[in-house]
């Protein structure tokens, strides 16, 4: 969603916004805008689109100055244009505003500003923000910036600077997120780390309702009572270098190509091989408490769900806990039953989908316990949860996720054997060693990628796709359904294989291409049949197998090759050819693979 940014400092401002915001643009976004401080007036210029086009606009635009901010805006309120992009300045020309979020009562807090004699020039709630906070400015930002917050309802993250006062920029958030990077007698501001590391590695998270001030000599932070308070420093280990495309044409690809060692970094230092043990040190679940465990609710959103509906076949039959798997976005609204002795697992790349923390939020209000597996150190989703599992993906740039579903995947096993483990059976030697070969059959399986390239050829100019799986893989299916579609525009359904014949199966004719996932051994021969009844319709069978290609001989049109690994592990093999294929076929149609249109990768809104 919305990307913000913001720097004060000694520098030129306008070329770090820029390259701030450009680090950001994967987040999505339809219009673009940044506000500079310079001889006490405010200098703001905005464009409708991608970021060229504001580069354009600002190339008419003589502009400098050591302060300011940036936005890129994905409309809420208001279509995306010019008019209704970020900064928002005030009527009376004193604050320039930036927000991500949504201000629910902000027609009723407009009605009233207008009263007032308070002008609106968009239809955004962000420029509601900006009335009410000049309304309150009487030379102190923060406490204006702090009263107006205290009248509005709903998600929001404000960065805000003013030409009255001091060179400072006052931030607050409550739900998306902000976290202020700290420089020497230099800060700098975003909404999301990844913009930061270029410049510095030490940050500070806002917690909710926090009100800061950054200013050249430092950063103050005020809580909800207005009580001054620390707010530590959180040194980050991510690499600037990888947020970077280093050499591949699209993130995309390139972070499918880290799988190998996103998925070893994720079990690394947390299995000894030699003792047969698994420590899971950040989850902060003691062996008591893992064996109090009564029911297990997985809550996430998108491909996270997908991980959670594999963990759910992991965590029952390696575990034998009772599992439900929800929607973040559902979850509240079944008036679930979590027990005391439940726990609720949100799993989610970025930490901060709001569907996801509202559903933790419901089930820590019925008495569960929370747990996250996350892949953004400090996030929200980790500050709110008792104990984490990190999936060590590194920062995940394209939209379209795949290095974090797979590493989500190794988290989820983990878990699922530390339960074993502390639960009983007792955990056998060769299910870690299975972990200890994933890598390499990960690397195998990207070996397959200019087949998959030919194979993209051959089928880009399809309208739809049928993906079929059945057991742990169906929710692979799902996973290979969804990526074609974000990618690729091309209308997808996954579906477990055996439902087939109680709908889908109408849908088959000679132009439906249905990839089918035939790899191990318990449902096999069900998959198969299950191909044999699509073939039958003159269906285009693509099999996707870790058999002998002979046994798809006059069933498949198509076979994709996969090394086997265990059953448990097998997912994580099965869905890289799935995203190869959804990355080909969309680059063939000339869609932009990074930043799908309509899509956010942080969803901070419910
Ligand atoms: C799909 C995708 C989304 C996310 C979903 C949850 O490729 O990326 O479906 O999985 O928005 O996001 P996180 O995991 O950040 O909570």
Same mark, same amino acid.
């Given at each position: 969603m919305c990307?913000?940014?913001?720097?004060?400092?000694?520098k030129?401002?306008?070329p770090?916004?820029?390259?701030?915001?450009?680090r950001?643009? @994967?987040?999505? @976004?339809? *219009?673009a805008?940044?506000?500079v401080?310079?001889?006490?007036?405010? /200098?703001?210029?905005?464009?409708?689109?991608?970021?060229? +086009? %504001?580069?354009e606009?600002?190339?008419?635009?003589?502009?400098?100055?050591?302060y300011?901010l940036?936005?890129?805006?994905?409309?809420?309120?208001?279509? &995306?244009?010019?008019?209704?992009?970020?900064?928002?300045?005030?009527?009376?020309?004193?604050?320039?505003?930036?927000?991500?979020?949504?201000?629910?009562?902000?027609?009723?807090?407009?009605?009233? =500003? +207008?009263?007032?004699?308070?002008?609106?020039?968009?239809?955004?709630?962000?420029?509601?923000?900006?009335?009410l906070?000049? $309304?309150?400015?009487?030379?102190?930002?923060? /406490?204006?910036v702090?009263?107006?917050?205290?009248?509005?309802?709903?998600?929001?993250?404000l960065?805000?600077?003013?030409?009255?006062?001091?060179?400072?920029?006052?931030?607050?958030?409550?739900?998306?997120?902000?976290?202020?990077?700290?420089?020497?007698?230099?800060?700098?501001?975003?909404?999301?780390?990844?913009?930061?590391?270029?410049h510095?590695?030490?940050?500070?998270?806002?917690?909710?309702?926090?009100?800061?001030?950054l200013?050249?000599e430092?950063?103050?932070?005020?809580?909800?009572?207005?009580?001054?308070?620390?707010?530590?420093?959180?040194?980050?280990?991510?690499?600037?270098?990888q947020?970077?495309?280093?050499?591949?044409?699209?993130?995309?690809?390139?972070?499918?190509?880290e +799988? &190998?060692?996103?998925?070893?970094?994720?079990?690394?230092?947390?299995?000894?091989?030699?003792?047969?043990?698994?420590?899971?040190?950040?989850?902060?679940? $003691?062996?008591?408490?893992?064996?109090?465990i009564?029911?297990?609710?997985?809550?996430?959103?998108?491909?996270?769900?997908?991980?959670?509906?594999?963990?759910?076949?992991?965590?029952?039959?390696?575990?034998?806990?009772?599992?439900?798997?929800?929607?973040?976005?559902?979850?509240?609204?079944?008036?679930?039953?979590?027990?005391?002795?439940?726990?609720?697992?949100?799993? *989610?790349? $970025?930490?901060?989908?709001?569907d996801?923390?509202?559903?933790? /939020?419901?089930?820590?209000?019925?008495?569960?316990?929370?747990?996250?597996?996350?892949?953004?150190?400090? *996030?929200?989703?980790?500050?709110?949860?008792?104990?984490?599992?990190?999936?060590?993906a590194?920062? /995940?740039?394209?939209?379209?996720?795949?290095?974090?579903?797979?590493?989500?995947?190794?988290? =989820?096993?983990? %878990?699922?054997?530390?339960l074993?483990?502390?639960?009983?059976p007792?955990?056998?030697?060769?299910? %870690?060693?299975? #972990?200890?070969?994933?890598?390499?059959?990960?690397?195998?399986? %990207?070996?397959?990628?200019?087949?998959?390239?030919?194979?993209?050829?051959? @089928?880009?100019?399809?309208?739809?796709?049928?993906? #079929?799986?059945?057991?742990?893989?169906?929710?692979?299916?799902?996973?290979?359904?969804?990526?074609?579609?974000?990618i690729?525009?091309i209308?997808a359904?996954?579906?477990p294989?055996?439902?087939?014949?109680?709908?889908?199966?109408?849908?088959?004719?000679e132009?439906l &291409?249905?990839?089918?996932?035939?790899?191990?051994?318990?449902? @096999?021969?069900?998959?198969?049949?299950?191909?044999?009844?699509?073939?039958?319709?003159?269906?285009?069978?693509?099999?996707?197998?870790?058999?002998?290609?002979?046994?798809?001989?006059?069933?498949?049109?198509?076979?994709?090759?996969?090394?086997?690994?265990?059953?448990?592990?097998?997912?994580i093999?099965?869905?890289?050819p799935?995203? #190869?294929?959804?990355y080909?076929?969309?680059?063939?149609?000339?869609?932009?693979?990074?930043?799908?249109?309509?899509?956010?990768?942080?969803?901070?809104?419910?």
């Amino acid at each position: 969603m919305c990307g913000i940014v913001g720097y004060l400092g000694s520098k030129e401002v306008v070329p770090l916004l820029l390259d701030g915001l450009r680090r950001l643009e @994967y987040r999505g @976004y339809d *219009s673009a805008g940044i506000t500079v401080l310079r001889n006490g007036s405010l /200098e703001t210029v905005r464009a409708e689109g991608k970021l060229d +086009q %504001l580069v354009e606009k600002l190339a008419g635009h003589a502009i400098r100055g050591s302060y300011g901010l940036g936005h890129t805006r994905w409309a809420t309120h208001g279509a &995306p244009s010019e008019q209704n992009a970020h900064p928002m300045v005030d009527s009376r020309q004193r604050v320039a505003v930036i927000h991500n979020g949504i201000i629910e009562n902000f027609l009723t807090l407009k009605e009233r =500003l +207008q009263a007032e004699g308070w002008s609106f020039t968009s239809e955004t709630d962000t420029e509601v923000a900006a009335n009410l906070i000049s $309304s309150y400015l009487d030379g102190d930002l923060k /406490e204006a910036v702090a009263r107006a917050a205290g009248e509005l309802e709903g998600m929001y993250a404000l960065a805000v600077v003013s030409t009255v006062g001091e060179r400072e920029i006052v931030v607050t958030r409550h739900g998306p997120p902000l976290v202020i990077g700290v420089g020497e007698d230099e800060q700098f501001l975003a909404s999301d780390p990844a913009a930061l590391l270029a410049h510095t590695k030490d940050v500070v998270f806002l917690e909710n309702n926090d009100v800061g001030r950054l200013t050249p000599e430092g950063i103050e932070i005020w809580d909800a009572g207005g009580a001054r308070v620390e707010r530590p420093v959180t040194r980050l280990n991510w690499d600037p270098i990888q947020a970077e495309k280093g050499g591949y044409k699209h993130f995309m690809l390139k972070e499918i190509h880290e +799988q &190998p060692l996103a998925v070893q970094e994720t079990f690394a230092g947390r299995v000894d091989f030699e003792r047969g043990q698994i420590t899971l040190e950040e989850l902060n679940l $003691s062996e008591a408490a893992g064996r109090a465990i009564e029911k297990i609710d997985i809550l996430a959103c998108g491909t996270s769900w997908h991980a959670g509906l594999v963990g759910k076949f992991l965590i029952q039959g390696l575990a034998r806990v009772p599992v439900e798997v929800d929607y973040g976005s559902e979850f509240r609204y079944r008036d679930p039953i979590v027990g005391p002795n439940d726990v609720a697992v949100g799993i *989610s790349q $970025s930490g901060e989908t709001a569907d996801t923390l509202s559903a933790l /939020e419901a089930a820590a209000d019925r008495g569960a316990r929370l747990l996250s597996i996350c892949n953004a150190p400090g *996030s929200q989703i980790v500050r709110m949860t008792d104990g984490v599992i990190y999936t060590h993906a590194g920062p /995940e740039i394209g939209v379209a996720s795949t290095k974090a579903f797979t590493s989500q995947l190794v988290a =989820l096993y983990l %878990l699922a054997l530390y339960l074993r483990q502390i639960r009983g059976p007792a955990l056998e030697p060769e299910r %870690l060693r299975a #972990l200890a070969h994933l890598p390499a059959a990960v690397d195998e399986v %990207l070996g397959l990628e200019q087949e998959l390239e030919q194979l993209a050829r051959r @089928y880009s100019r399809a309208s739809d796709f049928l993906f #079929l799986g059945r057991g742990i893989n169906y929710p692979i299916a799902l996973e290979g359904a969804l990526k074609l579609k974000e990618i690729s525009y091309i209308h997808a359904e996954g579906y477990p294989a055996g439902e087939m014949k109680h709908g889908p199966i109408a849908l088959i004719d000679e132009e439906l &291409p249905i990839v089918a996932i035939a790899t191990g051994d318990r449902v @096999y021969e069900k998959v198969r049949s299950n191909m044999q009844e699509a073939k039958a319709r003159g269906g285009i069978v693509i099999a996707l197998t870790d058999r002998d290609p002979q046994e798809f001989d006059g069933i498949a049109a198509e076979v994709i090759q996969v090394p086997r690994v265990c059953e448990e592990l097998q997912p994580i093999v099965n869905v890289v050819p799935l995203q #190869l294929l959804a990355y080909y076929v969309g680059v063939r149609r000339g869609a932009d693979v990074d930043q799908p249109r309509n899509l956010a990768k942080s969803v901070t809104v419910e």
